[in-house]
T-cell receptor, first 111, second 114 residues
Framework: GQSLEQPSEVTAVEGAIVQINCTYQTSGFYGLSWYQQHDGGAPTFLSYNALDGLEETGRFSSFLSRSDSYGYLLLQELQMKDSASYFCAVTPNTGFQKLVFGTGTRLLVSP | DGGITQSPKYLFRKEGQNVTLSCEQN?????MYWYRQDPGQGLRLIYYSQIVNDFQKGDIAEGYSVSREKKESFPLTVTSAQKNPTAFYLCASRAGAQDGYGYTFGSGTRLTVV
């Protein structure tokens, strides 16, 4: 089976840098994805790591270490609009490809 | 613009009733999914479909049913057998078979049992 754990809430101030961690227990997966969801809205795709290392997309970066069963999303130059929930997700490499989501982290950005 | 349309946005169901949630996409995506989200929790997979006329149960399929008669449409029926249906329901699709293609989600349907 698959299990992905995230901190329930993280707080930060505008302009700061914040890291949202994702630790997982899974028998095998293709890659680690990150999604952002504002309250009452649809999740939107942020990033994907197929290989170990850092992937950078503008202010957001995502990291994966398969040997440590760990990944993180790094948000730089925080803005108020970044206040949202963030989910990590994996696609198990058995059977039909489908996303399994983590528990989610609520990020609160204050002025 | 291409996307996924879910309707209605809000739905109220009486005890014992079946209700159907609509999901339509004009992205020409083969794979479609239904997820359920409870307050403060992650998304859990209900059903998924890779191609027309084929669908598979996800992790929490009991009390739900789906159909995939057209590529564009993947409706979800919440039956009276679902004991705790109040939740936020999200439909999604994906462009390609390879991992790394991000899922596109609809704006969701919030179902409440009254």
């Amino acid at each position: 089976g698959q299990s992905l754990e995230q901190p329930s809430e993280v707080t930060a101030v505008e302009g700061a840098i914040v890291q949202i961690n994702c630790t997982y227990q899974t028998s095998g997966f293709y890659g680690l994805s990150w999604y952002q969801q504002h309250d009452g809205g649809a999740p939107t795709f942020l990033s994907y790591n197929a290989l170990d290392g850092l992937e950078e997309t503008g202010r957001f970066s995502s990291f994966l270490s398969r040997s440590d069963s760990y990944g993180y999303l790094l948000l730089q130059e925080l803005q108020m609009k970044d206040s949202a929930s963030y989910f990590c997700a994996v696609t198990p490499n058995t059977g039909f490809q489908k996303l399994v989501f983590g528990t989610g982290t609520r990020l609160l950005v204050s002025p | 613009d291409g996307g996924i349309t879910q309707s209605p946005k809000y739905l109220f169901r009486k005890e014992g009733q079946n209700v159907t949630l609509s999901c339509e996409q004009n992205l020409n995506h083969d794979a479609m999914y239904w997820y359920r989200q409870d307050p403060g929790q992650g998304l859990r997979l209900i059903y998924y479909s890779q191609i027309v006329n084929d669908f598979q149960k996800g992790d929490i399929a009991e009390g739900y049913s789906v159909s995939r008669e057209k590529k564009e449409s993947f409706p979800l029926t919440v039956t009276s057998a679902q004991k705790n249906p109040t939740a936020f329901y999200l439909c999604a699709s994906r462009a390609g078979a390879q991992d790394g293609y991000g899922y596109t989600f609809g704006s969701g349907t919030r179902l409440t049992v009254v």
